[in-house]
């Protein structure tokens, strides 16, 4: 079997579309992001969640009923949702935090949600499986680290890339995965997914998924640079994105897979993580189809420089001058 | 090249029978996080400034001593704040900067300014002493925990000030909080006055203003008592700031019950405290001695007699005596803590985690099989076995490490079998170019694998990188994430290229010409 055999399709003939499309997602999600935001999980917004277990099925409508009632700190910013497998009889409620949180007040809050739970006859018993308690301090920190995990690896991606290839190639990739992060943020406000640290780490990984995925095209560009030398960056960048095409989508396909085999057995938990990479599996494909080898043109012509390819020792390059034909063996 | 191949296969063998040796049977091998297992998760913040505080307040101290002895006047000595104290109306500033040189200069730098002078600490000894803080705080709630028997917990310091503890299998996290963060400071000291309904009653008796070295502390809460037995303390008292002993000085805390058969903590002090005791309790009788836990006073009692070693704290509760005898023993915290963070994980949503997230892997293996297998042919069943090779090593680096697997750890398993595919898919591809060329089978395999090797080897440089920063950036489950990445990259690697090769070797190693590959 075999998809994409022998392909010439001109990928940078769509370079514009395709930058034309990213913005258009990306401005889109910032707009989304300015007005509904971002929402933010427990971990950065601080607070209190607790996982009740009921021993009937609840309905989310009456546990919220139940709060606006009973706890005594003001039900009506609590967020309510069911949790869990259909049929586990799971709620998962958060509350902002009250007060500092520190110390031994900690608790109080996810007391005080039980108790009003307990002053609701209708809802059955219900008992606390999990909670999670956040300091208003944490998410600030967590915020810092987050960010500069992120820089740190585009630095250090850029880095490896420009002294593996070069500087060219280098920023295409970083500009890529930053691309990818900022789609992937995108969708994750259209689909109003809480922002935790899972999240995050999914992101990253993207960032080297991402990252992965251009490096094997760039692979092909460099060795196809040198048995090349006459045709242009445009024509070898081309044909390195043909001849790779059937790798990009059969890898993303596969990860594609896993991703959704998480997303849809994965649990709860792991619900908001598993979305991120599916968003950045594709996204990821995308931009290194379209968007890295894209800057690297750009970028190329705005140095003013032709390619280092087309500049070098024409003698060796007149061995090559039949272009497309199959290029010779080399032993290894 | 048969005989290399044979050295290849068996090295295969050796690394995947070391694998399932190291992590069968699993369920013993392997640590569970605590999103698996259940149990408490706490971060904690060591208030360092405490540490600070008492060394600033201790020279203080200090210095109004030596001047006084000097009789040297001012008219002001006090804490500007926990790093830095100020004197002015010095008397005599030339003994003020011998004193001041003798008690505080290696320690603080001395500004002069406005009437007075300003000392400071100097930054690196703040640094040092707030190190020493947060590593003694760790230590002492490690023996805490330890007393508490709980099995496996993690303690460990989390950037700065901040620690992180976790419990597994803990369900009563209200204990557990209360038994780390109690400071334990138990001092002894002399009862001047009380006690009083309220902290101004007290202050009222003495015009508002006590002498510099007493001041009013809390008492217990609860009330109650039985007459002739000493006082549990409620209100307010009137105290001496200098503590006879400490309760670092302590040989021994036990559980007991004291001549009214009420739960007692019975406590023993170490040599020199015992000798200390004894001189002060004997120079002292008829005298009340409060003892003074974390700042309240506990109980009231008059020394009838020479006390040397030994002593009892009463009017607690069961579980106050349990509680206090866990953090008498494990000594005190150097400084106070407040949590950041809480969360407790139910055994029932660990159990939920485990199951989906074992439902996931299998279904996930379950459909990258069926996909290489139908886009790949036989080739495909060289790719599966190179990747359930891969998951075998994963496994059994992971419980050779002794690392704990987490929910998300489970995610990297999952993600590890789409990503280690990839390698595959990079090199047959590859090789199905090299066929397209008109290349012979076998030269078409060897130019597969050798010329995707330094791409591989890009690639997963290029996600380590992301890795390791995902490990820099997370907390126990997030950590567990990036290691699982980070170890099936590695064994990716290995199997791929060497284990994936080996393979084709051996199914072609016999067979003198190969006319067609299925892949």
Known sequence: ?332 | MLKNTRWRLVLTLAVVGLSIWAFYPLDKKLNLGLDLKGGVHLVLRVQTDDALRAETETTVERLRDSLTRAGVTFSKLELVDAKSFRIEGVSDDSALRTASAADAESVYDRVSGAGGYTFTMKPNIAVQIGTETVTQALTTIERRVNELGVAEPVIARQGGANLLVELPGVSDVARAKSLISSTAVLQFRLVVDGPFPSQESALEKYNKVLPPDEEVLPGRSEAGGTAGAPTPATGFYVVKKASVVTGNELRSAAQGLDQFNRPAVQFTLKQDAAQRFGTFTSTNIGKPLGIILDKRVMSVATIQDRIVDNGQINGITREEMQNLVITLKSGALPASLTYLEEQTIGPSLGEDSIRSGVTASLVGLGLIVVFMLIYYKLSGVNAIVALVCNLIILLGLMAYVGFTMTLPGIAGFVLTMGIGVDSNVLIFERIKEELDLGRAVRASINAGFSRVFLTLLDTHISALIAAAFLFQFGTGPIRGFALTLTIGLIANLFTSTFVSKTLFELVLGRRQQVAALSI
């Open chain 1, 1 to 332: 079997m075999r998809l994409f055999k022998n392909t010439n399709y001109n990928f940078l003939r769509w370079r514009w579309h395709a930058v034309a499309l990213s913005w258009v997602v990306i401005l889109a999600g910032v707009v989304y992001i300015a007005t509904k935001g971002l929402p933010m999980g427990i971990e950065f917004s601080g607070g209190t969640g607790v996982v009740a277990q009921f021993d009937r099925e609840p309905s989310v409508e009456d546990v919220r009923g139940a709060l606006n009632r009973h706890y005594q700190f003001g039900g009506q910013d609590a967020i309510v949702q069911s949790y869990g497998e259909p049929g586990s009889r799971q709620v998962m409620i958060r509350v902002p935090q009250v007060g500092a949180e520190q110390g031994a007040d900690l608790a109080k809050v996810s007391g005080a949600i039980e108790e009003a739970l307990h002053q609701e006859p209708s809802l059955g018993n219900a008992t606390i499986v999990g909670r999670q308690i956040v300091g208003p301090s944490v998410g600030e920190e967590l915020t810092r680290k987050g960010f500069w995990a992120f820089a740190l690896s585009l630095v250090f991606i850029l880095a490896y890339t420009a002294f593996r290839f070069q500087l060219s190639f280098a920023v295409g990739a970083v500009v890529a995965t930053l691309h990818d992060i900022l789609v992937t943020l995108a969708f994750l406000a259209f689909f109003q997914y809480d922002m935790t640290l899972n999240v995050i780490a999914a992101i990253l990984t993207v960032t080297g998924y991402s990252t992965n995925d251009t490096i094997v095209i760039f692979d092909r560009v460099r060795e196809n640079l040198r048995s090349r030398r006459r045709e242009s960056m445009n024509d070898v960048i081309n044909l390195s994105i043909n001849q790779t095409l059937g790798r990009t989508v059969l890898t993303a396909g596969a990860t594609l897979l896993t991703a959704i085999a998480l997303y849809v057995f994965g649990g709860e938990v792991l619900r908001g993580f598993s979305f991120t990479m599916i968003v950045g599996i594709i996204t990821g494909t995308y931009s290194s189809v379209f968007v890295a080898a894209a800057i690297v043109t750009f970028w190329n012509r705005a140095q003013k420089r032709p390619s280092a390819a087309v500049t070098t020792a024409p003698t060796e390059a007149s061995v090559q001058k039949q272009g497309r034909k199959p290029r010779r063996a080399r032993a290894s």
